[in-house]
């Protein structure tokens, strides 16, 4: 099956609060097919073990005054199209759901949230 992943991809972030979604800034959305051998042992993932996104970067609420002052990389957020599509099979099927809850999870380490926090969100979200 063929999927349009930009099309799911903004989606996930028109699926944000309005609250949120304007705050964004300086953050680059990108694809991977799966999370390479490299960023595997980075996380320090054991096996059997996968990311379905990843962001790295400056969360916005440990930037300083100097942020922005001369050239600044985006902050990136990784979605990985593999470990995403085995969950949506392994659950209910739905793509477009697990992209928008993996884009939901990893905005919210964009602005400042653990990852404890950020699942105690996403429980009082989406549940």
């Known amino acids: 099956m063929k999927y349009d992943w930009d099309k799911m991809v903004q989606e996930g972030i028109d699926a944000i609060p309005a609250k949120y979604r304007e705050r964004i800034e300086n953050v680059a959305v990108l694809l991977e097919d799966d999370v390479s051998e490299a ?12 990311l379905l996104g990843l962001y790295q970067g400056i969360p916005q609420s440990e930037r300083g005054e100097g942020y922005g002052v001369g050239p600044t990389l985006p902050d990136t957020i990784t979605l990985y199209k593999k ?10 099927g739905d793509v477009a759901r697990v992209v928008r809850e993996t884009i939901w999870h990893e905005f919210g380490h964009h602005f400042g949230l653990d990852e404890r926090e950020v699942r105690k969100r996403e429980n009082e979200r989406f549940n």
Request: hydrophobic fraction near 25%.
């Open 83 to 92: 470990p995403i599509l085995d969950e949506a099979h392994e659950t209910d």
């Open 39 to 50: 960023m595997r042992k980075q996380e320090g993932l054991r096996r059997g073990e996968t």
